[in-house]
């Protein structure tokens, strides 16, 4: 039973961006600074064949992890730069990775779409929408070049995050890459947390869990 009760996700999750730069946590709020008049580009589409998205939690005995599809998206880019960008993650795809028995995979992804998590049924995606993008200083090649903050929503629940992504655009292809850390309570998925149930003990699921991002769009 503990071992169903793991949270799997996302996933979206979550949703944006095997993001493979720096884990940042979910920020309550964001300053003036960060709040952009709406982006401007060209729309460039998302190619979910080249897409992924990936998650990663953990509990007191132990770890699970898996993906989850990008449902569809772009990035806008003007002048060679990432400007803005939306994302639409499909919840009803989360699969584990690392459990090979069907039956224990069946129950822990049928747990995670129940409303002790997910609550799949009534909220079949999850969303990114990017509000701003600032430039990381002096940032080395292949390294994260880009703070970006966005708007994710999750169960209905819209919740401001920051993270640090790595971000190109070449011949008329933009990728971006990232971790982000995500604390499930913000989107009323309490199951299993201590920090709703004093005395679960080993029982207990982390409130944070990863979900990284590789995500390509073209022309």
Known sequence: MKKTAILASLAAAFMFSAFTGNTSTISTSTTATEVATPAKGKAFKLDVTKSEVKWHAKKVTGEHMGTINVANGQLLVAKNKVTGGTFTIDMNSIACTDIKDAEYNGKLIGHLKSDDFFSVEKHPTA???????????????????????????????????TFPATITVKGGVATAKADVTVDRTKYDIRYASKSFFDTIGDKAIYDDFKVSFNVTAKQ
Do not use: E
């Open 127 to 161: 969303t990114f929408k990017i509000t701003s993008l600032k430039p990381i200083a002096k940032a080395a090649a292949g390294q994260p070049n880009t703070t970006v903050t966005g708007d994710l929503t999750i169960k209905g629940i819209t919740k401001p995050v």
